[in-house]
């Protein structure tokens, strides 16, 4: 189980999350960490049906496994991104717009390759796939329609001018794709489908593949120690059904501090045991 280390977005506020301890050993218990305080009041974290059921969440999960409700589902705020005839919804299209301002001015002429798709358009696509290459293997590089994230209007496909890379393992090897991978969450973006995560995504690995999560928690999976997406919003289901903390009860485990401290003539030194952290 990975970790959501300390630093986690405000839309976990009043949140408890069961998590494995840093370096803990296998047999070890799992540590209770206690909710991370937002000084955004506003700010709430996301439902168990935010998550699971609500296809306009930014954080809900697509896949074979967790097909779209409706399967016709349609973004009500798509539009166009400048400088492509591709479509997202419009935080979406915002945020990669700036990424790929930010990405040709550090020298990578990152370009755009595909983005929202129908239902209708991702059936077409899929059935082509199968046809070419049979249904096995259709299923592993796309997605039938109704079980494909672009159809959320949140994920797109870069590539990179006059590259033999695109679409292709060998993207995530060229400066191009080094650098969408280190910086992709600065703009709420993840790579959906990263090396090694096939047994758990069902997709081959595609480094040119993203899917916008928001900041908050791009930044948040980037930093702990999930590898898919599948792991990253597991364990917010899990803290979305745990009850959260009073204000009162935050304010007790905050004066739960406790520090030991040895004075000369031996080494003056502390332990802190922080319950709020």
């Known amino acids: 189980?990975?970790?959501?280390?300390?630093?986690?977005?405000?839309?976990?506020?009043?949140?408890?999350?069961?998590?494995?301890?840093?370096?803990?050993?296998?047999?070890?218990?799992?540590?209770?960490?206690?909710?991370?305080?937002?000084?955004?009041?506003?700010?709430?974290?996301?439902?168990?049906?935010?998550?699971?059921?609500?296809?306009?969440?930014?954080?809900?999960?697509?896949?074979?496994?967790?097909?779209?409700?409706?399967?016709?589902?349609?973004?009500?705020?798509?539009?166009?991104?400048?400088?492509?005839?591709?479509?997202?919804?419009?935080?979406?299209?915002?945020?990669?717009?700036?990424l790929l301002k930010a990405g040709r001015k550090d020298g990578h002429s990152l370009t755009m390759?595909?983005?929202?798709?129908?239902?209708?358009?991702?059936?077409?696509?899929?059935?082509?796939?199968?046809?070419?290459?049979?249904?096995?293997?259709?299923?592993?590089?796309?997605?039938?329609?109704?079980?494909?994230?672009?159809?959320?209007?949140?994920?797109?496909?870069?590539?990179?001018?006059?590259?033999?890379c695109d679409l292709k393992a060998c993207f995530g090897e060229t400066a191009g794709g080094k650098w969408l991978?280190?910086?992709?969450?600065?703009f709420g973006f993840i790579i959906r489908y990263p090396a090694d995560g096939e047994k758990t995504t069902g997709y081959k690995y595609e480094p040119w593949h993203l899917r916008y999560i928001g900041v908050e928690h791009a930044q948040a999976m980037k930093s702990s120690q999930a590898k898919t997406f599948e792991d990253y919003h597991a364990a917010l289901v899990k803290a979305s059904k745990i009850k959260p903390l009073t204000e009162a009860q935050i304010k007790e485990q905050r004066e739960s501090l406790m520090v030991l401290r040895f004075l000369p003539p031996y080494r003056d030194w502390s332990v802190g045991y922080d319950f709020a952290r």
Do not use: C, W
Request: net charge positive; charged share 20%; hydrophobic share 40%.
């Open 1 to 98: 189980m990975f970790s959501l280390r300390r630093g986690l977005p405000a839309l976990l506020l009043g949140m408890t999350v069961l998590v494995s301890a840093l370096g803990a050993a296998p047999a070890q218990a799992a540590v209770q960490l206690a909710p991370v305080v937002s000084s955004d009041k506003k700010t709430k974290p996301p439902t168990t049906d935010e998550l699971t059921k609500d296809p306009a969440s930014l954080l809900v999960l697509v896949s074979r496994t967790n097909p779209l409700k409706p399967e016709n589902y349609l973004p009500k705020d798509l539009r166009t991104v400048a400088g492509s005839g591709d479509q997202l919804r419009n935080g979406a299209a915002t945020a990669l717009e700036d």
């Open 113 to 164: 390759l595909s983005a929202y798709r129908s239902f209708e358009r991702q059936k077409s696509l899929f059935n082509q796939y199968k046809a070419r290459y049979g249904l096995d293997y259709a299923t592993r590089i796309s997605a039938p329609a109704g079980t494909s994230e672009h159809q959320l209007g949140l994920s797109a496909d870069l590539g990179l001018a006059n590259s033999s």
């Open 181 to 186: 991978a280190e910086n992709a969450q600065r």
